[in-house]
């Protein structure tokens, strides 16, 4: 597979939205980028707040911004607060620097996208994000 | 029906995708929005063009903008395009001023959200979220 | 009368509002701004479309910053279109070049503020502008 | 009630200034926005400072944008600045993470807008807000 497909965009939401509905999370939302940080595919499930999108692609852009999963953006942030600032402004203020983006990996491990969840806990977020790469048959990197 | 759901927001973009499939349309990009102009649901076909989510949601939050269905602004941009200016300046930039965004209203006529299509001809992407609306048992808004 | 105050903004405001009524306007939104372009009070009937905020201080905004009523903006888009739009663009994108944002000035002739108007055509906007400032006991001017 | 009227959020705005003049408080600036984050109705009080509109519907648009009382998003704010940094970046900046900003439920528990408050200490800010709330025979929740 060379980019993401518009299916497997859709397997991730729909599997991401499952796992969270299986753990009793609070309600999702769901961004799938491509690879150039442009949105495929979105779900924002009933009783989401109002800024979910802005939060759930601000996970998956700032993941494909450094090609970390945003995990390694919230440590970052902590250690060197400074740099994610830069990074943010540089970015036009797109980046959420906290656990919950993922980046989408094919299986010789080329970058062919990522994901962003918000609405539950920022761990059980990344959960759900993976739960959806998995079940595309993707390879996923939190971190 | 009080609220836009993320069921009915689903259907229409499925319905929508489907009426484009069945006219040979060029791939399509949906965008559908709440009634505050924030994104609930959106799908981009493979083959769309890179900024396909900006076009689809301007037309669908321009629509919402002025309570009236994109084609409107069509019109309005071709006889005074100073305030078609004005408002996309007002808007920090967000409203895409042509046929393809039209308002989704409930069966008493409450406004609940707006639909933006981009890919096709601009009187087919109207076509696809018209079909889109319908699929959904809504009511719909193009001009 | 040195400054607008919270009283006489909210008497142009509800006599606006009133005239709206008489006339059987569309639901109409009422932004008066101070001296120095700033929000001093607003209000927005039910029914009005989503971004009337932005659309009535943006009338509002276009008069103050060049000392001349909406109306003046408006022949002078038509006019000199490239002025115009050097002029929102040094605004940060904050004018509505159209009818409806009328300046308001005490009975010396000083000016305290702005009135902007939208929802029923640009003319009545300005109409129901001039009868809420006069109500006020303040003088008007449109163009 | 589904949704929020101009004259419950009039009477909001009234009774929260009418909490202010009780309490002695400082000259207030009250914004009221709906559940899409669009404001509804504004009074800023004479000898209020310049930016308060701003920062009263900051508050409020916080508020709204995680579906929690900005009381919350100031104790957040403390405990992972980064979080609260990457929200107002994707915010487009408008949001003020201080108490203050109160969400409006209606009596079945649904969430129809947000009131900001700005002029006094925070916490007075917020008692005004709830008062203000309550005396339109609505819920609030400021954390």
């Known amino acids: 597979m060379t980019d993401l497909t518009l299916a497997a965009a859709n397997t991730i939401i729909m599997a991401a939205l499952a796992k969270g509905a299986d753990a009793r999370m609070k309600p999702l939302t769901v961004a799938v980028l491509d690879a150039g940080g442009h949105l495929k595919a979105f779900q924002k499930q009933d009783g989401a707040s109002m800024l979910r ?48 983006g993922v980046l989408i990996r094919d299986q010789t491990g080329k970058l062919i996208g990522a994901v962003g969840i918000t609405g539950d806990t920022s761990d059980n977020d990344e959960l759900a994000a993976i739960a959806g790469i998995e079940a595309a048959g993707l390879r996923h990197q939190a971190a």
């Open 53 to 100: 999108y802005e939060i759930a692609s601000g996970k998956a852009y700032g993941a494909l911004a450094v090609g970390m999963g945003s995990r390694w953006l919230d440590q970052t942030a902590k250690e060197r607060p400074h740099f994610m600032e830069g990074l943010n402004a540089v970015s036009g203020g797109r980046i959420v620097p906290v656990p919950g």
